[in-house]
């Protein structure tokens, strides 16, 4: 069972978390998303393929997107350009090779209608 590692490592343009702030900044520090990752991990994944975003991460997002009215394209959109987004999910980055892949398969529908 693969999963992806996000967030990035060391390199960057001084330390901008400790200039840069938001509510979502507060919000995260006011959850403990241990349980919720803990609840999240017995989700598998598929052996083969891709390896899977972090489950986390694809919840935060989808919550983002729920708050502030995204689509998919939209959301993508935002977590690339916003630095909160990317903070609160993780400094996610969903960068697919496919142009028009969805970061939520739940909001997909069923395929073939």
Known sequence: MARRRIGQGSFGFGDCRARCHSSLDDLCGLID??????????????????????????????????????????????????????RFCGDFQPRSRRPNARLCPFSQGPRGA
């Not at 990752?37 to 891709?50: D, M, P, W």
């Open 33 to 86: 998303w241990s349980p919720v990752e803990h609840h999240l991990a017995v989700i598998s994944c598929a052996a083969k393929g891709e390896p899977a975003w972090p489950l986390l991460a694809l919840l935060k997002a989808m919550l983002l997107s729920v708050w502030h009215d995204l689509s998919d394209v939209k959301l993508a959109e935002a977590l690339d350009d916003r630095a909160s987004f990317r």
